[in-house]
């Protein structure tokens, strides 16, 4: 009977893909009516400090989540109180050091956008 409850209560709430640093990333997204998978979750750390936990959502996780056309989703879960513009500054960082010049150019304007 137990086996059967705890069963019942797997099935009955919604499960996360994810644990980053205590914050719990769901499995799945939706943007615009259409279903995102989890690609990748991950911790940003600026010197010791936990600065946020964050997702990628993407409609196919085989397929490069940077260069693949459709919707996506970032899910950001700040873990410290910072201000926009150390946190766009630590992104550029991030991106810059994770990625080929090339690459790094090419999501400038959407860093910007975001920025402002």
């Known amino acids: 009977m137990a086996f059967r409850t705890l069963l019942l209560l797997l099935v009955a ?14 499995e799945k997204a939706r943007v615009a009516d259409i279903e995102l998978s989890l690609t ?10 936990q600065v946020y936990a964050i997702g990628l959502y993407v409609q196919e996780r085989k397929a490069d989540p940077i260069t693949q056309p459709g919707p996506k989703r970032v899910q950001i879960h ?16 991030g991106i810059k050091a994770n990625h080929s010049e090339a690459e790094a150019k090419a999501l400038d304007p959407r860093v910007q956008q975001l920025g402002a």
């Open 78 to 93: 700040m873990l410290r109180d910072v201000g926009a513009e150390p946190f766009i500054d630590a992104l550029v960082d």
């Open 13 to 26: 709430f919604p499960s996360w893909a994810a644990e980053v640093s205590g914050v719990k990333i769901d």
């Open 40 to 49: 990748g979750a991950g911790l940003r750390k600026r010197f010791v400090f």
